[in-house]
């Protein structure tokens, strides 16, 4: 499991997480890949709703991210849809692959 610790080796965020990346601009990728990827803050709460298929850390203000694929009818709307979302998750482009 993943955590993250301060410069005196104190956990900041207990282990929890299969996969965690470095933060970015106050958000952090964490996940696995059974359920997916989502962002935590600082805190080790989850900062944006939602999980994702990838999800890439945060440049400039913008996250790259891969939507869920969805089952059901319209299960061919979500497959291969990408979007750029913005520090609070709102989405900002969104495309298909």
């Not at 990728?29 to 990838?54: C, M, N, P, T």
């Not at 061919?76 to 709102?90: P, V």
Request: glycine share 10%; proline share 3%; hydrophobic share 40%.
């Amino acid at each position: 499991m993943y955590c993250y610790i301060d410069h005196t080796g104190h956990y900041v965020i207990a282990p929890r997480f299969k996969y965690a990346e470095d933060f970015a601009e106050g958000r952090a990728v964490v996940g696995d890949q059974e359920s997916g990827l989502w962002y935590i803050d600082h805190s080790g709460r989850q900062a944006i709703a939602g999980k994702f298929a990838v999800a890439s850390p945060f440049f400039k203000g913008l996250a790259h991210v891969k939507l869920p694929a969805r089952a059901g009818k319209d299960e061919s709307i979500y497959n291969d849809t990408f979007a750029y979302i913005d520090w609070n998750g709102k989405r900002i482009f969104t495309y298909r692959k």
